[in-house]
């Protein structure tokens, strides 16, 4: 069976901006400020047929301080995302991405912990196939894997692969649909390794027209071998995400919590919980305003009284001015907090941010 409708749609775009940073190593005792220019080409692809589905991206996030040169980093994401339909009811999917970037950034964002800045690769890669059982429910399975290298033998590198065999059904009123996943994992470090056993449900519904919820929650038995220290610790818990965004002709908003395991740079396993706000309101034809907030309470894994404990916070709001369709200038800020439960006197880290600069984009449907 061949194809012949075909879609494909390119978009170029580079940002650049002008950065303010009074805390430029997010050191809690040492702080220094600067100022810094930043520019971000980035190129996606997204080709659409009948049968294959695959987008690409690119780019490039080069950051250059005034004064403190040390920190200059280029930053990098690469990525492939696809899948294809070899019958009309078998198909195949996959994915990979490459990433460099500092663990300031990474390790803020997954885990909300920060230990020593480096730069830190991850690779993920991705693939399965998926079967569709009758018009309404599909079951797949799909193999996916992490590996994760530090340029600072300060941190610990790990490879973690997960096997899942995922089930989704449909109801016939086209709102609503539920999921079962089982799903295991096998962690590997030279500080810890871990196999990891869950089961999640899911159940997305569309309320209304602007309106959804999804909701996932599971529970996980979880091994760890801590390779130093010759200790095995053995745990129940539980997992899940619920989210609700709302859309609207103006307004897009969602609140999302969630609590999952996660690797920090030390190649412990997390416990992370996570609240995540976003809304985006067209204030008026041409002004546009965009908040994101985030909160973190991260756990050590593990039954040991020690256990570490941190909560992280970040505030960002920014305004955009749309030139033309597709040409912004904006101003951003942004607040950035992390208090260290297990130290004496829960010491604290901050910092502010604030940028100006321009976005441009060039889509092109080819």
Do not use: C
């Amino acid at each position: 069976m061949q194809s012949w409708a075909e879609d494909i749609t390119i978009q170029p775009s580079l940002t650049s901006r002008v950065v303010y940073d009074d805390n430029v190593d997010f050191n809690p005792n040492d702080e220094q400020d600067d100022f810094a220019a930043n520019l971000i080409p980035q190129l996606t692809l997204n080709h659409t047929t009948d049968l294959l589905k695959l987008s690409l991206i690119g780019e490039v996030d080069v950051l250059k301080y005034f004064n403190q040169t040390d920190f200059d980093r280029t930053n990098q994401l690469y990525g492939v995302d696809g899948s294809y339909l070899l019958f009309p009811r078998f198909g195949f999917a996959g994915n990979f991405q490459y990433r460099k970037d500092e663990t300031i950034d990474s390790q803020l964002e997954e885990t909300g912990q920060f230990f020593n800045r480096n730069t830190v690769k991850t690779y993920d890669s991705g693939g399965g196939f998926f079967f569709k059982l009758t018009e309404l429910s599909d079951i797949g399975f799909d193999v996916d894997y992490r590996k994760r290298s530090y340029s600072s033998a300060d941190d610990t590198d790990f490879d973690r692969f997960t096997f899942s065999l995922p089930y989704t059904k449909k109801f016939a009123n086209q709102r609503d649909e539920i999921s079962l996943v089982p799903a295991y994992s096998i962690f590997d470090s030279d500080n810890e390794d871990a196999k990891d056993y869950r089961f999640t449900v899911g159940w997305n519904r569309e309320i209304s027209e602007t309106l959804k919820s999804d909701v996932k929650i599971g529970v996980r038995y979880t091994d760890i071998e801590e390779q130093r220290n010759d200790g095995d610790d053995t745990n129940l818990g539980y997992l899940g995400r619920i989210s609700l965004k709302k859309t609207g002709e103006t307004f897009t908003g969602e609140v999302a919590i969630s609590r999952d395991l996660r690797a920090n740079s030390n190649a412990q396993i997390v416990e992370v919980n996570r609240l995540i706000l976003r809304a985006d309101k067209q204030l008026r034809e041409r002004f546009e305003f965009r908040f994101y907030g985030a909160g973190y309470l991260t756990e050590t894994d593990s039954n040991d009284a020690k256990n570490e404990k941190t909560t992280y916070f970040e505030l960002k709001p920014s305004f955009y001015y749309r030139l033309t369709e597709n040409h912004s200038l904006f101003l951003a800020y942004a607040y950035q907090r992390k208090i260290e439960h297990d130290k004496p006197g829960d010491p604290a880290t901050q910092r502010n941010r604030a940028w100006i600069g321009l976005e441009l984009k060039f889509p092109k449907k080819l």
